[in-house]
C-alpha cells in the first residue's frame, strides 16, 4: 500500500545573500544544484501558495544562485535568510531508478528472493561511497543499515510501497 505523496517538496534553504543587487545563495537539498536549475518556480510554503518568483538560477561551488521577483537589494534578501524553499515534484522528471528520499522512507523493505521482511526504511543516510538505508524493525526493536547500491537492490516500487533488496549475508542477522 503506497502513503499519501506531498506534492510540494523541500528543495533547499536560503543562506545568504551575493552581491549587492538581492541574489540569493540556496543551499541545494537535492544530489546537485544542477539538479534545481530546470526548476521554473519555487515556493515559500509547503502547500505551493506562495510562489517565490524565481527570475533565474544558476550554479556556483555547489549552491544555487537565484534572483526572485522584488527582491532587488542586499537588505530585501537578508529579510529572507533561513527561509526553506519548496518545488513542485510535477516540474522534475527523475532519471528512471531515481526517487525523491521522502518517497523512500516508510518502505517496507523486504527480501526479493523470499519476501521476507525485514522492516520499514526509516532513513537515508548519504555517505561519499553511496547512501545508505537505516532500516528499523516493525517492532521497533532492531534496526539495521543497508547499502543503496544497485546491485543489492531488486525493485524499488514506491506505488506498492516495498523496497525488495537482495542482502548479503550478515546484514539482517543479530539485529
Same mark, same amino acid.
Given at each position: 500500500?503506497?502513503? $499519501?505523496?506531498?506534492?510540494?517538496?523541500?528543495?533547499?534553504?536560503?543562506?545568504?545573500?551575493?552581491?549587492?543587487?538581492?541574489?540569493?545563495?540556496?543551499? #541545494?537539498?537535492?544530489?546537485?544544484?544542477?539538479?534545481?536549475?530546470?526548476?521554473?518556480?519555487?515556493?515559500?510554503? +509547503?502547500?505551493?501558495?506562495?510562489?517565490?518568483?524565481?527570475? +533565474?538560477?544558476?550554479?556556483?561551488?555547489?549552491?544555487?544562485?537565484?534572483?526572485?521577483?522584488?527582491?532587488?537589494?542586499?537588505?530585501?534578501?537578508?529579510?529572507?535568510?533561513?527561509? =526553506?524553499?519548496?518545488?513542485?515534484?510535477?516540474?522534475?522528471?527523475?532519471?528512471?531508478?531515481?526517487?525523491?528520499?521522502?518517497?523512500?522512507?516508510?518502505?517496507?523493505?523486504?527480501?526479493?528472493?523470499?519476501?521476507?521482511?525485514?522492516?520499514?526504511?526509516?532513513? =537515508?543516510?548519504?555517505?561519499?561511497?553511496?547512501? =545508505?538505508?537505516?532500516?528499523?524493525?516493525?517492532?521497533?526493536?532492531?534496526?539495521?543499515?543497508?547499502?543503496? =547500491?544497485?546491485?543489492?537492490?531488486?525493485?524499488?516500487?514506491?506505488?506498492?510501497?516495498? $523496497?525488495?533488496?537482495?542482502?548479503? #549475508?550478515?546484514?539482517?542477522?543479530?539485529?
Amino acid at each position: 500500500m503506497s502513503k $499519501a505523496r506531498r506534492q510540494f517538496l523541500e528543495a533547499g534553504r536560503i543562506v545568504r545573500t551575493h552581491g549587492v543587487r538581492g541574489e540569493l545563495v540556496l543551499e #541545494p537539498w537535492a544530489d546537485s544544484a544542477e539538479f534545481l536549475l530546470g526548476i521554473e518556480e519555487l515556493y515559500f510554503d +509547503s502547500q505551493g501558495q506562495r510562489p517565490a518568483g524565481l527570475k +533565474s538560477s544558476r550554479t556556483h561551488k555547489n549552491r544555487l544562485l537565484i534572483r526572485l521577483c522584488g527582491v532587488d537589494t542586499k537588505e530585501q534578501g537578508e529579510a529572507l535568510r533561513s527561509k =526553506v524553499l519548496y518545488l513542485d515534484r510535477d516540474q522534475v522528471q527523475l532519471e528512471p531508478g531515481r526517487f525523491f528520499l521522502e518517497d523512500l522512507m516508510g518502505l517496507r523493505a523486504v527480501d526479493g528472493r523470499t519476501g521476507q521482511v525485514y522492516g520499514r526504511i526509516a532513513e =537515508v543516510i548519504s555517505t561519499p561511497a553511496n547512501d =545508505v538505508y537505516r532500516i528499523v524493525e516493525e517492532s521497533g526493536e532492531g534496526e539495521y543499515l543497508f547499502p543503496a =547500491v544497485e546491485h543489492m537492490i531488486k525493485e524499488i516500487s514506491i506505488e506498492r510501497g516495498v $523496497a525488495e533488496l537482495l542482502p548479503i #549475508p550478515g546484514i539482517f542477522d543479530g539485529g
